[in-house]
């Protein structure tokens, strides 16, 4: 279970690692690499929950390429897109 402390460490590392790796190589500020890997790990971590753990709708039952296919625009998005905040922003930073 997700709530368990050992369970949710180990989860949260697996996100920063995979996704930080992703953004790793890219230029811009240690903020805006963070933020980027945690909007990747919420398009994931959402896929999983409706895909696998919940089985919501069509999301559970769509071939695997077709659920790449449409979650892989917005991640790429994340990774190499303009977001609408930026380091130099007022809002940007923890709220």
């Known amino acids: 279970m997700l709530t368990h402390a050992d369970t949710a460490r180990g ?8 996704c930080g790796a992703m953004c790793r190589g890219r230029s811009g500020c240690d903020a805006e690499r ?5 909007l990747i790990s ?3 971590v959402g896929m ?8 919501i709708g069509t999301m ?4 695997a390429p077709s659920v790449i296919d449409l979650i892989a625009p917005t991640v ?3 990774l190499t897109g303009t977001l609408p905040l ?10």
């Open 11 to 18: 989860w949260n590392g697996t996100c920063e690692l995979l």
């Open 34 to 38: 963070d933020l980027r890997a945690s």
């Open 42 to 44: 919420t398009q994931i």
């Open 48 to 55: 999983v929950m409706n895909r696998y753990i919940w089985r």
């Open 60 to 63: 559970a039952t769509l071939p």
């Open 76 to 78: 790429q998005h994340y």
């Open 86 to 95: 930026s380091p130099g922003d007022d809002s940007w930073g923890p709220g």
